[in-house]
């Protein structure tokens, strides 16, 4: 007997109409959907009237999951990994599965789309040829400060997802142990209230305020600028010639 196949799914962020084609037809076509949050996917599912047999696959239910997904696809099922939006394994469950299942030799097969580190970037007007995505900063102020003064030196642009109660705090401190950077704050990307805040670190610090702003935040932070100045200058020597 084949095994099936296990399709790494992304879901839109906020706008519904950011699915494609071949996301909505996978959909359709498997035998089951595992959903970080099935309330979210039957949302979406309804949408699109899709009508699939649902399981939950979450954090906390992750690893007494995964071994019974995988007995799924080693009998043949088709199954389909979902997050609660944006790209599974991005900061969100399905490593696990994705690991698991190759290492029985099972096919993977991911459908690309949305993702809010890859939206907000190209939107940032910082430079995108080389960009290092660090997910959650830790929460605490003191271990946030301790990941980003191990990062202080990296020249390649930063990307952060941020909760909207730490958004100011997360700032402050990228502005103390950064210093004032070129940067962007992404909120509700492709919702209702989108919302790009562009300048400096200090910038944004001042137009985010102190009171809880709600929504969703993305920041995307220039990378350390000495190093960067200095790649530039010798990539413009070195290519000076020929242009
Ligand atoms: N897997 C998702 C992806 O591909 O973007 C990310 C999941 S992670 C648990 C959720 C975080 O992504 C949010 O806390 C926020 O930092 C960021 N995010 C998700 N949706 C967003 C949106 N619409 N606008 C800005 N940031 C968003």
Known sequence: MSTGTLYIVSTPIGNLEDIT?????????VDLIAAEDTRKTSILLNHYTIKKP???????NEQVKTGWLVSQLKE???IALV???????ISDPGFRIVAAAIAESIPVVPLPGVCAAI???????LAVHRFAFEGFLPPKSGKR???LKKIAGEERTLIFYESPYRIQAAIADM???????????????TKLHEEFIYGTLSVLADKLGSSVIKGEFTVVVEGCPAKR???ISNGAARHAPGR
Not at 175 to 189: P, Q, S
């Open 175 to 189: 502005l103390e142990v950064l210093g004032d950077r070129r940067a962007v704050v992404a909120r509700e990307l």
């Open 145 to 147: 400060k301790n990941l």
């Open 21 to 29: 084609m071949r996301a909505l037809r996978i959909l359709s076509e």
């Open 229 to 231: 100045s200095m790649t």
């Open 83 to 89: 997050s609660e939006a944006g790209t599974p394994t």
């Open 54 to 60: 649902l399981t939950s696959y979450f954090e906390h």
């Open 76 to 78: 043949g099922k088709n």
């Open 119 to 125: 939206a907000a970037l190209s939107a940032s007007g």
